[in-house]
C-alpha cells in the first residue's frame, strides 16, 4: 500500500490530516473513523458510481477514490447517499469527501474545496457514421438534432441554427438518430464514450466538440487543507504512472482527463 509521494507523511500522520480536517464535523465519533477516509457518493449513477451484477459498488469514481485512499495510507469507506441529500451531507460530516462527478462551479468554490479535476466533460457532435454532410457545428444549420428541451447542450445545437427534436435523454437522442430521424444530437462526451465502450460497433461518431469544457472533482468542506493537498498529490501520481489511464480507458475507453 504505497503513501502519498512527496509529503513526507507517515501512514499513522496521513490518517490525523485526514481526519483532523473533518475534526470541525464529527466531534466525538472522529476517533472511531481512524485510518479511514469516508467517501459520499451515489451508488446509482453508471458509469460514475454503481452497483455490478453482483450487488458490489463500482464505477469509475468509486475505483479513482478507492486507488486515492490506498495511495494515502487510508481505508476507502464509501457511504452511499442520494445526489439530492449528498453536499448535506457533507456538510453534517458524514463523510470527507465527495467522489461523484461533481462539477466545480464557481457558486460551489464559495462555500467548499475541490481537489485538483479528474475529469473533463465536453459537449460534443454525435452523427451517423456514415454522414458526410455535417463535420462541424455550424453543420446543424438547417438540421435537425435530438435534445433534451432544457439542457445546455440543447442551446449549443440551437445557437447553431438547429431544429430541436425534444428528447428524454441521451439513449433516447441515439435511437432517433440510427433510425434516421434526425441528423444530428449535441450530448455529453462522457456519455459518447460510455455508449461507445458498451456498443463498439454502433455505427456513430463524434465529429466536433463545443470549446467549452465542465471539470469535475473532489469535493471538501473548507478547512481540509491537508486533506485536499493529499488527494492532490494521489491523483497526480495516479496520472504519471498511467494508473488513472488505465481506470479510464476500462470505463470509457479513452482518457477521459483532459
Not at 459518447?192 to 465529429?207: L, R, S
Request: hydrophobic share 35%; charged share 25%.
Amino acid at each position: 500500500m504505497r503513501r502519498t509521494a512527496g509529503l513526507g507523511l507517515t501512514l499513522l500522520t496521513v490518517a490525523a490530516l485526514a481526519l483532523a480536517g473533518c475534526g470541525n464535523q464529527t466531534d466525538n465519533n472522529t476517533a472511531e473513523n481512524g485510518g479511514k477516509l469516508r467517501i459520499g457518493t451515489e451508488g446509482t449513477y453508471a458509469p460514475f458510481t454503481y452497483h455490478d451484477e453482483n450487488g458490489k459498488l463500482t464505477g469509475f469514481d468509486v475505483e479513482i477514490a478507492a486507488e486515492v485512499s490506498k495511495r494515502m495510507g487510508l481505508q476507502p469507506e464509501f457511504v452511499e447517499t442520494a445526489w439530492d441529500g449528498m453536499i448535506a451531507g457533507l456538510d453534517a460530516g458524514r463523510f470527507d469527501t465527495i467522489f461523484n462527478e461533481v462539477s466545480v462551479t464557481d457558486e460551489r468554490k464559495e462555500k467548499y474545496d475541490f481537489s485538483d479535476p479528474y475529469i473533463v466533460s465536453k459537449a460534443v457532435l454525435i452523427v451517423k457514421e456514415n454522414n458526410t454532410d455535417i463535420t462541424k457545428l455550424a453543420d446543424l444549420k438547417g438540421k435537425k438534432s435530438a435534445q433534451s428541451l432544457t439542457s445546455n447542450l440543447g442551446q449549443i445545437a440551437k445557437a447553431n441554427g438547429a431544429e430541436i427534436v425534444g428528447v428524454e435523454g441521451f439513449n433516447q437522442s441515439i435511437e432517433l438518430l440510427l433510425s434516421g430521424r434526425v441528423d444530428a444530437t449535441v450530448n455529453d462526451s462522457l456519455s459518447y464514450f460510455d455508449y461507445k465502450k458498451q456498443q463498439p460497433d454502433a455505427p456513430i461518431k463524434m465529429v466536433d466538440e463545443a470549446s467549452d469544457a465542465s471539470q469535475s472533482a473532489a469535493l471538501f468542506k473548507k478547512g481540509n487543507d491537508e486533506l485536499v493537498q493529499a488527494v492532490n498529490q494521489a491523483l497526480a501520481d495516479m496520472k504519471q504512472d498511467g494508473t488513472y489511464l488505465k481506470i479510464s480507458q476500462k470505463y470509457f475507453g479513452a482518457d477521459v482527463s483532459q
